[in-house]
């Protein structure tokens, strides 16, 4: 089975490329660092989204049943969903009853984990995702590698290619601004025929029933401005309890995820417009267990900002593709293994601990610990390979012991250099000293 | 004053003029230094693999060893982080695990908050500091780019008073070598690769020295750079300072 280990090194392999993707995902840490500078109180607003979501986590079921409650009062139709295939049956279900077979939506990184889109398209719906990065990758029929910019990994001529198989731009044509126009053309007919629009959901106003969704496009306004029906999907923790808390995050989000102040757009949905109707679908798909679980808790936190895979000096040289999920990155690495641990027991080990995740994290999820927990975790459970266990066990007995450490220590510098090694693939060994630290201290007689 | 000095296994096996080069700064400083021979490693290599029932009888030998000290000194961030943040939740009833915490020390806070000295000497060559991550995220010996705070580095202020050293500047001030413990080997491809990054910016910057708190990031880097024939060198800021202050 691959992992991400080799899935990385696929990527590595390209140098130009791994230069270029490192270096665009950087300039996007870079604005977000520089738009930060401008909020003297960061981190101050930092502890407080992260005591807000703490608060709201702790009493989670409440703020959940009061959201419905106000939802419906203001007109729109609350469904529950405990996984993604219920998720999935629903949205489907909404669709069927009114005949629709074509969906435009706006970017949703639950549906994407949902796997929506195979699945309304196996049941004959047409869904035209509308964010351009989005509909990039739905066009190549791949998923996003980054959950706020989901083509990044694609150059402008890759895209220039793709746009000229599928719409016709003129061979050749590489000029971004001209790109986007014909994807406007192209998605302008998508909107005007829709039946539906489907969106996420950044935020859900227990105290008003209403969500808010932030996009840099529009694209969420035109999809739930033009159909007749609009469902808005969205996972169980993007409660906040009042409009108050709402502008707390607000003020974290852009600048964490892309270094705007704000989104283009921030759109406030309550209930449906006259004449059309509104869904709502609550999901769970495994968060309540990560609830439930005090030391992972905090991740439940995270508002999708991706600032902790624009930091991520291995997302940055790895790629999102390689770790396998919807949700990459240092966050990912946390959440996918709640999923299936065995299936994503690589992605706690695909991060040096740095600790660039935690400090940039603008909900101060423990990001490197909790990683770090997962590995024991694993490893407590036998998802660890056997030949890692082996050498722990082997390294704990020697290291426990002075006088074996001391042997191994002596025979490792005399024959690590003769021996084949991972190391020395792309390193030189430092070359071994003829005595350790201990036998000069001792030899000049300094020691007690 | 006295203190004992935990010298990590990898530097007492492979790197002992790094813990010789504590030893003399630490005493050229008026520190009567101790080294207690039944240490051998704190269990990060297992903690960080996650096996940490392999790192448990390490660090309880670590809270016996050191128990009778008042300070314990540490030429490596990464170690004292193990030490001082980690060992609570290998051993979260031991009464012994915050005491240990509290006087354990990396060389460079040991100098700057407990002797508060800024060492005089001379070392005239352009030195780049890398600025290992959990000495700078686990042990704040430096503001950190991630965050809003007022800038300090514990490291940098310790060099201040070296005449002749200048400090180059890089574009990315505290990103990661890429060394992290067993993610060296298993994911190679990536760690070497950010390695080869950092490495490009101190070349940029003209560091003719890459200088550091922590010989096991120095080591990834210095592999690095010594399998491609580069004219960096890497050094250890104890061996800077002693060099320094000779």
Known sequence: MTGHAERAAEFVENEARLHWHDQAVWFVRNKRDIARSFVPEWEELRTLGSQIKAHTLSRLPAYLEQFERNARAAGAQVHWARDAEEHNRIVHGILERRSVTRLVKSKSMLTEECHLNEYLEKNGVEVVDTDLGERIVQFRREPPSHIVMPAIHLKKEEIGELFHEKLGTPAGLADPKALTEAARQHLREKFLGAQAGLTGVNFAIASTGGVVVCTNEGNADLGTSLPPIHIACMGVEKLVPSPRELAVFLRLLARSATGQPITTYTSHFHGPRSGAEMHVVIVDHGRSRILAREEYRNSLKCIRCAACMNTCPVYRRSGGHSYGVTVPGPIGSILAPHIDAKKHAGLPFASSLCGSCTDVCPVRIDLHHQLLTWRGELASRGLVPLGKRVVSRVGGWVLARTWAYRLFGKLARLFAPLLPNPWTRQRELPPMPRESFRAQWRKRGRAR | ?246
Do not use: W
């Open chain 2, 1 to 246: 004053m006295d203190a004992a000095l935990f010298v990590p296994c990898y530097v007492d096996q492979i790197y002992p003029s790094v813990g010789l080069a504590t030893a003399d700064l630490l005493e050229r400083l008026g520190v009567t230094v101790h080294f207690p021979e039944a240490q051998t490693c704190c269990g990060q290599p297992m903690a960080n693999s996650g096996f940490f029932d392999d790192a448990r009888p390490l660090a309880e030998k670590m809270l016996e060893v050191f128990a009778p000290y008042e300070h314990v000194v540490c030429p490596s961030g990464s170690c004292t982080s193990m030490v001082r943040n980690h060992y609570g939740m290998l051993l979260p009833r031991d009464p012994r695990v915050a005491a240990l915490g509290a006087k354990t020390r990396e060389l460079c806070e040991f100098l700057h908050d407990v002797l508060q000295v800024k060492p005089r000497g001379r070392f005239p060559h352009k030195v780049g500091l890398h600025q290992s991550c959990h000495g700078l995220r686990e042990l704040r010996l430096g503001s950190g780019s991630e965050r809003l705070v007022p800038a300090f580095s514990k490291t940098q202020a310790l060099l201040e008073n070296i005449e002749g050293l200048q400090l180059t500047e890089l574009s990315r001030n505290d990103e990661c070598c890429g060394f992290g413990g067993t993610f060296a080997v298993s994911e190679e491809a990536v760690s070497c690769a950010m390695g080869r990054d950092r490495i490009a910016d101190h070349e940029r910057a003209g560091s003719e020295i890459i200088a550091g708190a922590d010989v096991s990031c120095l080591m990834h880097l210095d592999g690095l750079l010594r399998r491609e024939k580069k004219p960096i060198r890497v050094l250890h800021v104890a061996e800077l300072l002693e060099e320094a202050t000779r």
